[in-house]
Structure formats: C-alpha cells, structure tokens
Nanobody, 119 residues
Framework: QVQLVESGGGLVQPGGSLRLSCAAS????????ASWYRQAPGKERELVAT????????DYADSVKGRFTISRGNDKKSVYLQMNSLKPEDTAVYYCHARWIGSTSIYYWGKGTLVTVSS
C-alpha cells in the first residue's frame, strides 16, 4: 500500500522553528522527486520546496528561501523540511508529494500536517 505520512506540525511562535517529516512506504521512494507543498486557508496549494532523487538538487519558493531546508533521509524512505524563522504567513497545511522521475503522471500525496505560526 502506497503511503506518504507527514508529521511534525504544530503551533509555534513567530521566529520559531519546526521540522516536518514525511515517511514513504509501498514504493521506491528513492526514484521519486520529493516536494513539500502548502495550502493556507482560502488560498491555492503552492509549491514550497523540491529535492531530486539523489538529493543533488533542491529548489525553493522565493517566500521561504534562506529559511527552509529540504533534505532526504539516509534511509531513502523519508524527506524532511526544516523551517526556521517562521512567520504567521507560513501558517498552512503542509503536504508531502512524490513524483516518479520517469513520468509526471505518477505521483502521490500525503494527507498533510498543520503548521500554525502565532503568538
């Protein structure tokens, strides 16, 4: 059974940090491009960060550059998002996404984890 399970969300004060985790199972995660998306209330889902299968390349939305870091786990079954200097506008449900490197039509979504940045 294919699964992407996110964890690590929660309530944090502005300026704080959180680390999101995504655990993959049921498929060969190491051959997939991994990404984090987020969706704030009343807004469209947006791409936050992407990492290639070999972790040789990463890309970030301008709004999070210099604050967020995406990385892959050594177990080849996980991806992380380290979020620093959090702002209220980072409040959203964060979703893990995996797309097979050989096709744009083979992809999976996690169910999301809520991050709330508020004092």
């Amino acid at each position: 059974q294919v699964q992407l399970v996110e964890s690590g969300g929660g309530l944090v004060q502005p300026g704080g940090s959180l680390r999101l985790s995504c655990a993959a199972s049921g498929f060969t995660f190491s051959t997939y491009v991994a990404s984090w998306y987020r969706q704030a209330p009343g807004k469209e889902r947006e791409l936050v960060a992407t990492i290639t299968p070999t972790a040789g390349s990463t890309d970030y939305a301008d709004s999070v550059k210099g604050r967020f870091t995406i990385s892959r786990g050594n177990d080849k079954k996980s991806v992380y998002l380290q979020m620093n200097s959090l702002k209220p506008e980072d409040t959203a449900v964060y979703y893990c996404h995996a797309r097979w490197i050989g096709s744009t039509s083979i992809y999976y979504w996690g169910k999301g984890t809520l991050v709330t940045v508020s004092s």
